[in-house]
């Protein structure tokens, strides 16, 4: 059974940093894509960033040159690299394993002054 748990969230003012860790009990992690999504109030859960096994990256236009996603297989870790945050980035950040089809619990990101 896969479980996925993030962490890093919190408040933090506009043009500041965060980063993101989702820590994921499993075998061959380093195996399998691996994604964030976010979720706003009100709004659809929408596709963040994704990298492969290989390190292959994508990312939404949203986020693209802001948000940088990496992995470290050793620790079984992904990571969720955050900077020039916006108002707008304000949501519930959530660790996604499509293949197995695990969620983790969800993180909140609050961008504000």
């Known amino acids: 059974q896969v479980q996925l748990v993030e962490s890093g969230g919190g408040l933090v003012q506009p043009g500041g940093s965060l980063r993101l860790s989702c820590a994921a009990s499993?075998?061959?992690?380093?195996?399998?894509?691996m994604s964030w999504y976010r979720q706003a109030p009100g709004k659809q859960r929408e596709l963040v960033a994704s990298?492969?096994?290989?390190?292959?990256?994508n990312y939404a236009d949203s986020v693209k040159g802001r948000f940088t996603i990496s992995r470290d297989n050793a620790k079984n870790t992904l990571y969720l690299q955050m900077n020039s945050l916006k108002p707008e980035d304000t949501a519930v950040y959530y660790c996604?394993?499509?293949?197995?089809?695990?969620w983790g619990q969800g993180t909140q990101v609050t961008v504000s002054s």
């Open positions: 990298i492969t096994g290989g390190g292959r990256t």
């Open positions: 996604n394993l499509d293949t197995f089809g695990a």
């Open positions: 499993m075998n061959f992690f380093r195996l399998y894509t």
